[in-house]
T-cell receptor, first 112, second 110 residues
Framework: EAQVTQNPRYLITVTGKKLTVTCSQN?????MSWYRQDPGLGLRQIYY???????DKGDVPEGYKVSRKEKRNFPLILESPSPNQTSLYFC???????????FGSGTQLSVL | EDQVTQSPEALRLQEGESSSLNCSYT??????LFWYRQDPGKGPEFLFT???AGEEKEKERLKATLTKKESFLHITAPKPEDSATYLC???????????FGEGTQLTVNP
């Protein structure tokens, strides 16, 4: 089944403790992206990747890192999480830029 | 600055009561306009892509239309299972991201 898989589904952590949210797609897509969703603010892009080894900042990149060493994987790294990063995170992929995005099921992160 | 504005924020309908959701956008050049459906606690699910003014797409009870400044999602004779948040998003020609509106939360009562 074609899908975007994120893990974990739920995560509670404390301020400053490094964490990684994994994202993998099995559709051989070139484009991958991370979004966060907050009430009243909608979906905002954190980082995107046009293809392997090429990544760039979105609208809200501060406090986040990404890497795209393989086509299928695009992990989101929070080196030192803070409470304002408490949010619902979505990974998404598309065959290429400008095409429809397929979304993962989301990761609900709480930073205490 | 690119903007995508959806209205209304929330809409309550009775089963069978048709209505429309609006998405207005201001971008320097439109590459595509997308509609998604999002159920609580889940990722957005793709519905339609529209590329040029005058284009229309249909799927079951949903019909999406596009003008140069806005898009409408028409819902004909909705059912309770159509209850969800509907998101509009645009790809701008000079950007590398899909910019989302805040969504319309639709509730259809039986």
């Amino acid at each position: 089944e074609a899908q975007v898989t994120q893990n974990p589904r739920y995560l509670i952590t404390v301020t400053g403790k490094k964490l990684t949210v994994t994202c993998s797609q099995n559709m051989n897509h070139e484009y991958m992206s991370w979004y966060r969703q907050d009430p009243g603010l909608g979906l905002r892009q954190i980082y995107y990747s046009m293809n392997v080894e090429v990544t760039d900042k979105g609208d809200v990149p501060e406090g986040y890192k990404v890497s795209r060493k393989e086509k299928r994987n695009f992990p989101l790294i929070l080196e030192s999480p803070s409470p304002n990063q408490t949010s619902l995170y979505f990974c998404a992929s598309s065959r290429r830029e400008y095409e429809k995005l397929f979304f993962g099921s989301g990761t609900q992160l709480s930073v205490l | 600055e690119d903007q995508v504005t959806q209205s209304p924020e929330a809409l309550r309908l009775q089963e069978g009561e048709s209505s429309s959701l609006n998405c207005s956008y201001t971008v320097s050049g439109l590459r595509g306009l997308f509609w998604y459906r999002q159920d609580p606690g889940k990722g957005p699910e793709f519905l339609f892509t529209l590329y040029s003014a005058g284009e229309e797409k249909e799927k079951e009870r949903l019909k999406a239309t596009l003008t140069k400044k806005e898009s409408f999602l028409h819902i004909t004779a909705p059912k309770p299972e159509d209850s969800a948040t509907y998101l509009c998003a645009v790809w701008e020609t000079s950007g590398s991201r899909l910019t989302f509106g805040e969504g319309t939360q639709l509730t259809v009562n039986p």
